[in-house]
């Protein structure tokens, strides 16, 4: 079975500083990576995925994240953050293959402060 | 930009009531999907639906939940008999196919309240 660990609950930071919310996975079989944002009130928006190939892929608003295989992990990243991106993230993975669930992680809550 | 949309956006019932949950996917999409969030939890995943039936459901997705897509363009999330824990945000989402594109477009969601 896959299992998502989010190890961080909550990041505070200021204003133009950078971030890195955490994720890593559990999977005996091969899985696609993604990273959801939910703005206040709002429902899930994708930031990025990894399917195959590079394993730095770039996402909407400057975000950007690394597969590690050998560390299961699926870190994102963004160099400057905005009051905007206070918001809450959350890692997924499904198996590959298509049309599988998508199993999430318990989510990181970023807030940025001026 | 096509999106998936939900209604209502927020459902106050009794306990032991029905309630609808009630979604329109993408128009050519082929898969769909619900999941809920327990206010502070994690998104869990309900049931995913494709080619007029359940492919897949959780252990949450008991006999008192059921699904349809009555039209060809509705897709309904059925909860026969509420109970206070079913309280939760309830999200549907569809994918094109089993290609690429591989992720799931979400809906805004309906807060489901059971009191």
């Known amino acids: 079975a896959q299992s998502v660990t989010q190890l961080d609950s909550q990041v505070p930071v200021f204003e133009e500083a950078p971030v890195e919310l955490r994720c890593n996975y559990s999977?005996?079989?091969?899985?696609?990576l993604f990273w959801y944002v939910q703005y206040p009130n709002q429902g899930l928006q994708l930031l990025l995925k990894?399917?195959?190939?590079?394993?730095l892929v770039k996402g909407i608003n400057g975000f950007e994240a690394e597969f590690n295989k050998s560390q299961t992990s699926f870190h994102l990243r963004k160099p400057s953050v905005h009051i905007s991106d206070t918001a809450e993230y959350f890692c997924a993975v499904s198996l590959s293959g298509g049309y599988n669930k998508l199993i999430f992680g318990a989510g990181t809550r970023l807030a940025v402060h001026p | 930009e096509p999106e998936v949309t939900q209604t209502p956006s927020h459902q106050v019932t009794q306990m032991g009531q029905e309630v609808i949950l009630r979604c329109v996917p993408i128009?050519?999409?082929?898969?769909f999907y619900w999941y809920r969030q327990i206010l502070g939890q994690k998104v869990e995943f309900l049931v995913s639906?494709?080619?007029?039936?359940?492919?897949?459901k959780s252990e949450i997705f008991d006999d008192q939940f059921s699904v349809e897509r009555p039209d060809g363009s509705n897709f309904t999330l059925k909860i026969r008999s509420t109970k206070l824990e079913d309280s939760a945000m309830y999200f549907c989402?569809?994918?094109?196919?089993?290609?690429?594109?591989?992720?799931?477009?979400f809906g805004p969601g309906t807060r489901l309240t059971v009191t």
């Open positions: 989402a569809s994918k094109p196919g089993q290609g690429l594109p591989y992720e799931q477009y």
């Open positions: 639906f494709y080619n007029n039936e359940i492919s897949e």
């Open positions: 990894y399917l195959s190939g590079s394993t």
């Open positions: 999977s005996s079989v091969s899985v696609y």
């Open positions: 128009s050519n999409h082929l898969y």
